[in-house]
Each structure stands twice: as structure tokens, then as C-alpha cells.
């Protein structure tokens, strides 16, 4: 007879005990188990080019130009369409992206290790705010600061991390919820505290001094300079507690642009996926919601681990990024201790008397309060090669969790 509470109980110490550190930086091929010269990862469930949204579509069209496959969007389409490219999540690669999170055989990925149980995770790199390749922008300045990435900040930082000996992102990523971010949405302190701590071993590296100019000035520009860091932390803190047998734990939400998906620690590496939904928040100048894409990133893996919008109560300063009121975002994470098997008191909540913030989703949880887990998410434009053009918050469709309920209880009753 399978105690599913003592499932729950082995898999939520998984995620509380976990030790993510970052380690390194490599070449994708060369570092993600698996990975070829013709696979693309992208971010969310599976999904075939036919059924791609216009952002996802055109950080695969940039990313086939990037690598020399293509050399205009026209071409890039064709060959992406030809079935030449195979396409995976990055999430069944032990990597994750954010946004369309795609990841092609050349980019640089962070290397983040879980020293507790030994297991790693992956991420690219972050290019900032408004036009990039993770929202579906491919033009010569978006095209042309991933080959600086490749050129001069990779080189750089792969060097300067090594040198460190290893990045404690769990630490930092308490800390960063103590000043202010609640480490999906808003990264400014996280951003603030990783420049602190690998400046000295960049300097360390001796590289000229334009280098380190621009260097510096790109990560101090960049509020989510730590984000792809701290999103691989929480993928390596999960995937740690993946494959329990009776656990009703989710370690994994994730969205492609037109389809949300979950999967659960019990239930194997079965994805259960439900339509993405619209997320309501602020829009740039010029934009309204007319203009965007439904829900898309690997980025929800923040929320997955019990961050972003869980510890939302730590960071009332994001409603002015994704609307609402300070209130609004205590009751938010308030609310996620419904549907959560324990509080993870690493990460203390200042205005909750330090309580641990609410970690691990139960799927039966959700079912019975009918509340869905939230998330900060960031909105791109509904057509390839535009880029960001807001942010807001957002829940997964309930049917994710119904379904993946419905198939726990079929493999109790073959038990």
C-alpha cells in the first residue's frame, strides 16, 4: 500500500535539503547530457513547430541564424518547418529557459550543481529587458549581442566562476528575498548580490580593461542579470525530487506559448498539459493586451520551487511592475500555504515574521481548494520578431492538475 504522505514527506526534503551551486558555464553541446548539433530545446511541454506561438517561432528562427544555419528569417522558417530540427523541452534535458527558452547547440549555458544529491541543471544566458531572443526578437542588435555573449561575456564569466570555487545561489537567493525581490519577476537585489560576489574573481581574471567596461556595464544594466542562474538552482533543487513513487508533489510547471504543462514527482516524466492562459497585468507604451502572446517560459519553475509569485508577500515593490497593490501581493503568498506540503524556512518572508515561504504544490491540495498555484510572468507580443511588451501575473489551467490527479489515482488502483 503506497502512504502517499510519506512520499510527499520524502520528496519535500528533497527540495528543503537541496545545496544548488553554480559551478560553471560550457558550451551547450558540450555540458547538457544529450545534446546534438540538429536539437533545439525550448521551454514548456513538447510541442511541433505547426502548433508554435509567434515569440517561440521567432527565438527558433533567431537561434537558426545565430548558428549559421540561416541567414534570414525566410530561410530560417524553411528549415525550422523541413523537420531538419528536432525540438525538446529543455526540461527533459535538465536544462530551462526563460520565455520562448530557446536553447540551440552553440549558446553558453550556466552549469548549477545540487551538492546534496549531486544531480545538475542548465540555463542560457540572460539578454535583458524589451527586444531579445527569448521573446521572439531575431534582429542584428538582438543577433549581435549573443555573439558578443559568445566572444567576450561567456569567456568571461565561465573563467571568473571557476575561480570562485562555486556560487552558494541558495544563500543568495535568501538574501535577495530579505531585500526586496521575490526572485521571478524582480531580481534586483539577486542581480546586485551576484555582481557583488563574482566581480572580484572577474578583476581576478586579468582581462583588458574594455573588457571588464563592458562587462560590468551590461550585468549593472540588466535587473535580471541573475535570473537563468537562479532558474537552474531551482531546477536542480527539483529534479532532486523527481521520480518518488506515491508523491504527489509537482516538479515541474511550464509553458510553451500555447500549451501549459505540469509534471508530477510520481508520475514519471509524463507531461499533463492544458491551453495557456492570457496573464493580466501592465503593458509598455504603445501596447495593449490586443498585442500579446499567451503564457510562455520555463521560468515557473521560481514559483515550482516556492519563490516568484509564492514569496510574492517579500516583494510588494513588483506590483508596479506586473499591477496590483502591496496587499494584493501578501495575499498571494498567504494564499499558496493552502496548496503547498511544507514552508521552506530557508527562505523567510520578513513581513511574515520570517515564516518559510509555501514550497511544494500538491496536486491534491489544488483539487480540494480549487486554488490555483499564481505566477509573475513576464508578456510577449503575439508576432515573432517584436520582443517584451509587459508583465502580469497568472494562474495554469485547472485541468493540469484534474488530469494529472485522475492518472495518480489509476496507477494506485494498479498498485
Given amino acids: 500500500m503506497i502512504d502517499i504522505n510519506k512520499a510527499n514527506e520524502k520528496a519535500i526534503q528533497k527540495v528543503l535539503n537541496a545545496q544548488p551551486f553554480l559551478v560553471g558555464m560550457g558550451i551547450a553541446r558540450d555540458v547538457i547530457p544529450g545534446m546534438h548539433e540538429n536539437l533545439f530545446l525550448h521551454a514548456g511541454p513538447p510541442i511541433t513547430w505547426e502548433k508554435m506561438s509567434g515569440p517561440m517561432r521567432g527565438a527558433v528562427m533567431g537561434a537558426l541564424m545565430y548558428e549559421g544555419r540561416a541567414n534570414t528569417p525566410e530561410e530560417a522558417e524553411k528549415i525550422a518547418e523541413s523537420g531538419e530540427i528536432e525540438f525538446s523541452p529543455c526540461h527533459e534535458y535538465g536544462a530551462v529557459g526563460p520565455m520562448a527558452g530557446v536553447t540551440s547547440p552553440s549558446m553558453p549555458v550556466y552549469i548549477v550543481e545540487n551538492r546534496e544529491h549531486g544531480n545538475k541543471a542548465f540555463s542560457n544566458m540572460n539578454e535583458g529587458y524589451g527586444k531579445v531572443l527569448r521573446y521572439g526578437a531575431y534582429d542584428e542588435e538582438v543577433l549581435g549581442r549573443l555573439k558578443w555573449f559568445d566572444e567576450e561575456l561567456y569567456p568571461l564569466l565561465k573563467k571568473a566562476i571557476e575561480l570562485s570555487g562555486g556560487i552558494d545561489m541558495k544563500s543568495m537567493i535568501a538574501q535577495q528575498l530579505q531585500m526586496g525581490d521575490e526572485g521571478h519577476n524582480r531580481n534586483k537585489a539577486g542581480t546586485s548580490l551576484l555582481i557583488r560576489t563574482i566581480a572580484e574573481y572577474v578583476v581576478k581574471t586579468k582581462a583588458d580593461h574594455d573588457v571588464l567596461e563592458r562587462a560590468f556595464n551590461f550585468m549593472n544594466s540588466n535587473d535580471l542579470f541573475n535570473l537563468n542562474a537562479l532558474m537552474a538552482s531551482c531546477k536542480a533543487t527539483m529534479d532532486a525530487a523527481h521520480g518518488i513513487e506515491g508523491s504527489t508533489l509537482v516538479t ?152 494529472a490527479l485522475e492518472a495518480f489515482a489509476e496507477t494506485l488502483a494498479e498498485a
Avoid at 515541474?252 to 500549451?259: F, K, Q, W
Avoid at 503564457?295 to 509569485?309: C, P, V, Y
Avoid at 517579500?314 to 496548496?339: H, K, R, W
Fill in 252 to 403: 515541474v510547471m511550464a509553458r510553451n506559448g500555447t500549451e501549459f504543462g505540469i509534471r508530477v514527482s510520481g508520475l514519471g516524466d509524463r507531461w499533463f498539459t492544458g491551453p495557456v492562459q492570457q496573464p493580466d497585468g501592465l503593458y509598455f507604451s504603445g501596447y495593449t493586451a490586443e498585442d500579446a502572446n499567451g503564457d510562455i517560459g520555463d521560468s515557473t519553475i521560481t514559483e515550482t520551487s516556492g519563490i516568484g509569485a509564492f514569496a510574492m508577500a517579500s516583494a510588494p515593490a513588483i506590483v508596479q511592475f506586473i499591477s496590483g497593490s502591496p496587499d494584493m501581493a501578501l495575499e498571494a503568498t498567504n494564499e499558496m500555504y493552502e496548496i503547498t506540503i511544507a514552508e521552506n524556512n530557508a527562505f523567510g518572508i520578513p513581513i511574515l515574521d520570517f515564516r518559510g515561504s509555501p514550497t511544494g504544490i500538491d496536486i491534491r491540495k489544488v483539487i480540494e481548494t480549487g486554488i490555483l498555484p499564481k505566477i509573475n510572468t513576464g508578456i510577449a507580443h503575439k508576432n515573432p520578431g517584436v520582443g517584451q511588451v509587459g508583465a502580469g501575473l497568472v494562474t495554469p489551467p485547472m485541468n493540469c492538475f484534474e488530469d
